[in-house]
Structure formats: C-alpha cells, structure tokens
C-alpha cells in the first residue's frame, strides 16, 4: 500500500520561504509520477508543480512559477517543494500527489491523474 506523508509547513512572514517534504512509503518514489496541489479556503484544489519519474523538465503553476521549485530524491523517496517569495495569496493546505502512470508533461497538471494522495500539510502567509 502506497502512502504519502507530507510535511514542512507552517507560518512564515510575506516574502519568506519554506520547503515541503512528501515522504512515499510502500514502492520506491522512483515507479511514480509525482505532483503537488494546494486548496485554499473556500477554493477549489488547484494545481501548483508535477515532476516524473524521470525527473525530466517539470510543470509549474503560472502562479509559482519563478519562485517556487520541485524536486526529487529518489534514494531517499521523498519529493519536495521549495518555496520562495511567498505571499498571502499562496495561504492553503499543500497536498502531494503520486501516481504509477507514465503521465504526459501537458496531463502533469490534472488532479484527476493521480491515485494517491496525502493529508496535507498547512502553509499560511501572514505578517
């Protein structure tokens, strides 16, 4: 049974930085495709990044783009997510994503993609 733990949110100031981790227990990260999403309150789950197994070229939110960036550790099977910049408007629970299916770079975005799911993890921007 494949599980996602995520981890490394909390409460940083506006313009600050923080660095979530999506641990896979079960197979190795490495069989999946990985992606994260956030939900805001009263806001539908929205794509943020995607990067697959092959940890080729990655996908991004136009609205992180620049500023926030994906990675993988295959060896230690964790993804994460490093966030700069941040600001009041990227306030959400952060979820990480992963599914065995070879995704195409133009589908990484779609939540419907992906079978597993962690419980998320709270990230709130706030002076």
């Known amino acids: 049974q494949v599980q996602l733990v995520e981890s490394g949110g909390g409460l940083v100031q506006p313009g600050g930085s923080l660095r979530l981790s999506c641990l896979v227990s079960g197979p190795t990260s490495r069989n999946y495709d990985m992606a994260w999403f956030r939900q805001a309150p009263g806001k539908e789950r929205e794509f943020v990044a995607a990067i697959r197994r092959s940890s080729g070229s990655p996908n991004y939110a136009q609205s992180v783009r620049g500023r926030f960036t994906i990675s993988r550790d295959n060896a230690r099977n964790t993804a994460y997510l490093q966030m700069n910049s941040l600001n009041p408007e990227d306030t959400a629970v952060y979820y990480c994503?992963?599914?065995?299916?070879?995704?195409?770079?133009?589908?990484?975005?779609?939540?419907?993609?992906?079978?597993?799911w962690g419980q998320g993890t709270q990230v709130t921007v706030s002076s």
């Open positions: 994503a992963a599914t065995e299916s070879r995704l195409i770079l133009s589908s990484t975005w779609q939540a419907n993609q992906y079978n597993y």
